[in-house]
């Protein structure tokens, strides 16, 4: 791996997206910048849409910028959130914009599941925690809601391999953003007919399954003209933000370690060389999704700063704009351990008027009300650092082992204070970094793709020598054990 290299990254977040180039060497991972963009869903005939023409305008703006730079581009990644999809005709033509998980049609999609094939046994062929999100209980609301869209479509694309589609005209459904949909059996990796035949959704639409690391094909000629490039490889790259995450986590120690990609939502979790999908993990509602290097994340999904996010938005349009750093300042500063949330309360998961939600569940649960922002905002990092350790000790359970370390990697990690409040929750040495793990997971398999390193192992040893991490050290156990105590005579346990 001695020459350098340089690859692209489109990495799709539910709040921005951003195209990074990154240069690859033995000794060094470099990344940078090249286009930065705002994203979020619109309200679209009364749903909540992804504007995926512009999300393609914006990504082609990115890519432009990239081969302006002169540079040998080697190959391109994509990665995005979770779960959505975009339907296509028989000609590839997008039908209409993708729906946002958070839409409304979605409510009840569970239950409504459920009475044609029971919950355990969707689990059992799955091993997928149900949210009300998830890709199958979205397709089966279009079936219900609204059949004569599914009549038309002829493909069902996740959102990174939509994009991948774009720009090299080849359809297909990379294992790790597949294995979020519930519609994956994690024992075969394949398509559930059981799942799917249960609940009458039409199996012809789904494209076949690739791996990390495939080839998807080459960027369109007349694409690479317009950008002024050449028709470099789209590599299928864990598409999937979370898999792409974990799988730069710079890890080089044996001790035992879980993950935590901190972002909007919190994915928390270990590694697995198989799929635990049995009673416990049912009843513990945990997740088996795939992951880069032939390894299943097991994990749980929290809200995650989704709260603190929808706090500030509404705080804005109050006419207050804060800006992350002082909200955290404001959390700081005040006092501890005085209200309990559960961070996973259905009412939080929609939009707007997050502070309300939050009073409304406090007096709901027989705690007062808050009317100071920085307040508010400790009493859910303190919830989250709660939920975390609450999650620590049921990976534990799972695993059959101590967890001496606590990875965290994302966005999230610029929060120092609730990096140090979930040391101090867990009792656990907390590892913050990098930031950009998303993207350096998604060059990584890149490079695998193209021969430049050899194993997973090995780029995340590379992640490590080329960017800093940060400790945490627990502090103040008693007072938390106290709270913890607190929390579960409020809002009980996972």
Same mark, same amino acid.
């Given at each position: ?14 709040? =921005?997206?951003? &195209? ?82 958070? !839409? ?77 949909? @519930? ?29 990390? /690391? ?16 050449? =028709?470099?490889?789209?590599?299928? &790259? ?17 001790? =035992?370690?879980?993950?935590?990609? =901190? ?57 207050? !704009?804060? !800006? ?31 502070? @309300?939600?939050?009073?409304? $569940? ?48 994302? /966005? ?23 930031? *950009? ?7 990584? &398999? ?20 080329? $960017?800093?991490?940060? *400790? ?23």
């Amino acid at each position: 791996m001695s020459e350098s290299r340089h690859y692209v990254a489109v990495d799709l977040g539910a709040e =921005s997206g951003r &195209v990074m180039l990154a240069t690859c060497t033995q000794e060094n991972l470099a990344i940078e910048e090249l286009h930065r963009f705002p994203n979020g869903p619109m309200e679209q005939d009364g749903s909540l849409r992804w504007d995926f023409p512009r999300l393609m305008s914006e990504i082609k703006t990115g890519l432009k910028k990239a081969f302006a730079l002169g540079k040998p581009i080697t190959s391109i990644g994509v990665d995005t959130w979770g779960v959505d999809f975009g339907l296509l005709d028989a000609s590839g033509t997008l039908l209409e914009n993708p729906y946002h998980y958070r !839409d409304s049609r979605n409510n009840g999609m569970i239950e409504a599941a459920s009475d044609l094939l029971p919950r355990d046994q969707i689990y059992a062929n799955t091993g997928i925690q149900f949210m009300v999100f998830n890709s199958v209980f979205q397709l089966l609301a279009t079936k219900q809601q609204r059949p004569e869209l599914l009549d038309k479509a002829a493909h069902l694309v996740f959102m990174p391999n939509l994009i991948m589609y774009e720009l090299c005209g080849e359809i297909q459904a990379e294992y790790t953003i597949a294995s979020t949909s @519930q519609m994956v059996d994690m024992n075969t990796g394949q398509w559930s007919a059981a799942v799917l035949d249960a609940l009458g959704l039409p199996k012809q639409i789904l494209p076949p399954i690739v791996h990390p /690391g495939t080839i998807a094909g080459c960027l369109k000629e007349d694409l690479a003209r317009e950008l002024g490039g050449q =028709s470099v490889p789209i590599v299928s &790259v864990g598409t999937h933000d979370t898999a792409s995450a974990v799988a730069a986590v710079p890890v080089t120690h044996d001790q =035992s370690w879980a993950y935590l990609s =901190s972002g909007t939502w919190s994915l928390m979790g270990i590694e697995s060389p198989t799929s635990v999908i049995n009673d416990t993990t049912y009843q513990m509602d945990y997740t088996n999704e795939g992951g880069v290097g032939q390894t299943i994340r097991l994990l749980k999904n929290i809200m995650g700063l989704w709260l603190v996010q929808e706090c500030k938005r509404h705080w804005a349009s109050e006419g207050e !704009d804060l !800006d992350y750093s002082q909200i955290t300042k404001m959390a700081s500063e005040a006092k501890p351990f005085t209200a309990v949330l559960n961070t996973d309360y259905a009412d939080f998961m929609a939009p707007k008027q997050m502070p @309300q939600k939050i009073n409304q $569940f406090l007096k709901a649960t027989g705690q007062a009300e808050i009317t100071d922002k920085g307040q508010m905002v400790r009493v859910i990092l303190e919830s989250l650092a709660h939920k975390y350790t609450e999650v620590i000790k049921s990976l534990e359970i799972l695993s059959g082992k101590p967890i001496d370390v606590l990875h965290i990697v994302g /966005g999230g990690i610029q929060n120092d204070l609730l990096n140090q409040l979930t040391a101090n929750a867990t009792g656990k040495r907390v590892v913050t970094g990098p930031i *950009e793990a998303t993207v350096m997971g998604n060059i990584l &398999v890149q490079a695998l793709a193209q021969g430049q390193i050899s194993s997973l192992a090995e780029g995340r040893a590379l992640v490590a020598k080329s $960017f800093a991490v940060k *400790e945490y050290m627990p502090e103040s156990s008693q007072a938390w054990l106290d709270f913890g105590q607190k929390a579960k005579s409020i809002i009980g346990t996972l």
